[in-house]
């Protein structure tokens, strides 16, 4: 068994209690070494105790997932942090995997994959979640794969906690994409991120489209937060373009319909709407307001 270092894994929640439980369970399953500890921030304070391997701290007194995934990383001392999301299944050997091999020096951040969860056989499944799985819409390849400006998803993110420390971790205030502004502040800073294909979570997809369609807008907002912080980065599409471009996405579509290929009819009919909820978004508020919640 090869050595690594310890890891705090850090899981953001915002869910009822009996999704927490199951949270619990799937992280119980994650094989840790001395010295690893697991922590779920709850941000909803539902009241859920957490179990002799993972612990469950309060983080509610101020909404968001990055402010919840500070609080998370502060009740550990690592020096590695690793940031999973809630509606992940983490492999059973994840850590290990992730530092396969040992980081270079300068790297703050290791990119574990995002697997989408196959739609289940048979044909019937729902059409947002097969449209997922179909154009694997979290692998971390869609984001690391950038000429520029690339980031790692905190669906599966290791940080050296000495970096995160460094740039003052996630800016908490941030609806969506403060994961790409803090690959963005370490890539200033000096340091580098490494890609760990071998490390992998399986991603529970939206199951409706009128989710997925939310999911996509709130993406854009987070665009559009980057943009203003980070100017370059995720430009908009132009309204012209974009507005032809979904019109054969979806005459494409259609033809694939008539011929029968339901999976290239899918895609080219839902393509355009999800690229449209992404623009859309760029035009809601994407900072939240700080207050408690009551």
């Known amino acids: ?76 001392a690592a020096p590695w ?13 994840l850590l290990d995997r992730l530092f396969e091999p040992s980081p ?76 790409a502004d803090l690959c963005f502040r370490l890539e200033a800073a000096g340091w580098r991120l490494e890609s760990r294909p071998g490390a992998t979570v399986l991603h529970r997809n939206r199951t409706t489209i009128s989710r997925m369609l939310a999911q996509r807008a709130r993406h854009g907002a987070g665009a559009a937060w980057l943009a203003r912080r980070h100017p370059g980065a995720l430009p908009p599409r132009r309204p012209a373009g974009l507005a032809w471009w979904s019109m054969r996405r979806a005459a494409g579509g259609l033809g694939a319909l008539l011929h029968g290929d339901r999976d290239a009819a899918l895609v080219g009919l839902l393509d355009g709407p999800a690229v449209w909820a992404f623009e859309l978004g760029r035009r809601l508020p994407a900072r939240l307001l700080g207050q408690p919640r009551r």
């Open 81 to 93: 942090l690793l940031f999973v999301d809630a509606d992940v299944e983490p492999a059973r050997d």
């Open 104 to 179: 270079g020096e300068r790297t703050a951040v290791l990119a574990g994959a995002v697997v989408d969860e196959p739609p289940p056989a048979g044909g019937n499944a729902p059409a947002a979640l097969r449209y997922a799985w179909l154009k694997s819409s979290m692998s971390q390849e869609n984001t690391l794969g950038r000429d520029s400006w690339a980031f790692a998803q905190t669906a599966n993110c290791a940080v050296r906690r000495g970096a995160f420390a460094e740039v003052g971790g996630f800016c908490d205030e941030a609806v969506s994409g403060g994961d």
């Open 1 to 76: 068994m090869s050595e690594r270092p310890p890891v705090d894994v850090v899981v953001p929640f915002a869910g009822t209690a009996d999704e927490l439980r199951a949270l619990i369970g799937r992280l119980g399953a994650v094989a840790t070494r001395p010295g690893d500890t697991v922590v779920v921030a709850d941000n909803r304070g539902v009241g859920v105790v957490g179990s002799d391997r993972v612990r469950v701290v309060d983080a509610h007194g101020r909404r968001g997932s990055y402010h919840a995934r500070n609080v998370g990383a502060r009740t550990g």
